[in-house]
């Protein structure tokens, strides 16, 4: 059952050369989209480390969009094939934790595909407001020590990120 009042907080890591400058060119264009997306300008979604998105989470996000550069088209050559894998291990362990993946999105978007960034936006929002509040803070004691809970489970998961570095 969809809650009308949840306004579900996104954050989204965009690379630099193509899905910045499409949700640039969204604006520009006036195209609408749901204003739930706090953008985030990373050089590259190869360089969106599992953590960051762990770290989103866990600060209060209830969803993450990472979008970069069509694969083949990136113009730090093959790391958004690096994204591609860190983000398969991200979605596996997020559901290890009892997070729902679909909280975590990964979209190419090149900078003229302005609207198909807002759509993206717009269909992740849709779906997590399905999904209602993340609440994962909730989970551990509210003693204050969130950032450390959150730094032991990855040391724990270390591993697995490790692997597709």
Request: charged letters at 25%; one cysteine or more.
């Amino acid at each position: 059952m969809v809650n009308e009042n949840f306004e579900p907080k996104i954050v989204g890591f965009c690379c630099n050369w193509c899905s910045y400058r499409a949700a640039d060119l969204a604006g520009t264009a006036r195209i609408k989209y749901s204003p739930n997306v706090r953008v985030l300008r990373v050089m590259c979604s190869g360089r969106v480390d599992p953590s960051f998105v762990m770290k989103a989470l866990a600060s209060g996000a209830d969803g993450v969009l990472i979008a970069g550069c069509h694969p083949g088209e990136c113009h730090y050559i093959e790391q958004n094939y690096k994204a591609m894998r860190r983000y398969s291990i991200l979605k596996h362990t997020l559901r290890a934790m009892g997070v729902e993946p679909d909280r975590v999105r990964l979209v190419w978007a090149s900078a003229a595909e302005g609207q198909q960034l807002a759509e993206a936006i717009d269909l992740l929002v849709a779906d997590v407001r399905k999904l209602g509040p993340l609440k994962w803070p909730g989970n551990w004691t509210e003693n204050g020590q969130r950032a450390e809970a959150l730094e032991t489970l990855l040391k724990e998961h270390e591993e697995a990120f490790e692997v597709v570095s």
